[in-house]
């Protein structure tokens, strides 16, 4: 028994070697303290004077370091959840499996969480190696080892202005290297979205994966298909959303990540047919992240899933069924396939199906229906959704920037339009007196 531990004990020390951390000075790293969150310096300085470690960490330091304004930050610290929270006025303890405060400053939140130690030997995993369970509490160092890339794995103290790095990731940031920390396959093994990951950075970065984190990645691909589908839902997102969406699914398709894991990607990225319209969805995607605008994931699924709905649509419509029971059918079969791999929300996909169903809609423009439909909520995004079904030559141009000025004029205009139309479309408008129906005479002779 002493002897079993005892190896497991010198297994561990010969896999993670005590590392020197380096520590950078703010002459070296040159990290503007202006670009850094006042709620996140808040949340250090706090915990740093109760006597915690407390740094902003991941992916905020590392856009720090390259000089990108990060989107969010979150901190680590050596401070319990249980410590965490009394030292706010609004923190909340969130998470059953991993436990973490959410410290919440207007509409800010800084997600706080306690160094965690990677996962032992004998932790439970799944037949593939896949971690289920790893909240232990651990050393800042242990927390910088079971980070997933050496970039995501620095830490910056706001106070001393000083960077904290275990795995040289601020050098291999420089040399723009994806690097994972360990072994890469056990690490894959034990989270397979890390796989994902490594590729959004790449690109994102415009950075190489070195050659020992890329090689395990087309053998160990399959292994997402394991993972639950929310977490790949939430994965995908934020490579959609990184503004380099096309690029980025191109790299998926490279390294053998796309193809039956994630019934979309296939879908996206082998119909020729749909291509076209993907491709502007994602442009638009990209321009919008760039630009620092919001991008609804209802809108981006509604957009990518569109070219199979649209075939399906068709398809059933020449078949004789009516449009708008075809349209209905054709989103339910698009979503139930998808549905068992990737998790879309209830909430995302009635917002997906409301922008779909509004599309038929379009096409004939019957003036006393037309209000109604611009008070509803998804109208905004059911138009937009509309100008790039015209760019794809698959709506009238002329039309669907009609919509669109409709869309963007203030309410006494929208009137005025709608007034417009009536004029020059009186057969549509005007309510015809339905003619009381004169029985056939039952033996009216045929004029022929
Ligand atoms: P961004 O938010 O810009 O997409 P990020 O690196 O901050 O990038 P998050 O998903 O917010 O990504 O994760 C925050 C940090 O948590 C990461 O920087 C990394 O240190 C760690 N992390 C996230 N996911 C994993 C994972 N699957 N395995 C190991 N560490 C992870
Ligand atoms: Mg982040």
Redesign the pocket.
Known sequence: MITRTLKGFVKRLIKQPAKPSIRLARDVHQIDRRLVSRHAIKVCEVLQKAGYEAYVV??AV?DLLIGIEP??F?VATSATPEQVRPLFRRARIIGRRFRLVHVVFGSEVIETSTFRAPAEDGSPTDDHGRILRDNVFGTHEQDAA???LTI??LYYDPITEIVVDFHQGVKDLHDRQIRMIGDPETRYRE?P??ML?AVRFAVKLRADIEPATQAPIPKLAALIENVPAARVFDEMY?LLTCGHAMDCLKALRENGLHSGLLPLLDVVLEDPEGLHFIELALERTDKRVRTGKSVSPSFLYAALLWPQVNKRWQRRFQAGEHSIPALIAAADDVLNEQGETLAIQRRISSDMREIWFMQPRFERRIPKRIFALTEQPRFRAAVDFLQMRAASDEFDSVLAQWWMDLADAPISMRKEMIDALRDTQPSHSIKRRRRPRRRKPAATPTSD
């Open positions: 991941g992916g590392r989107t969010d979150d079971r980070r997933d995501n794995a989270d979205v890390r990951r934020k």
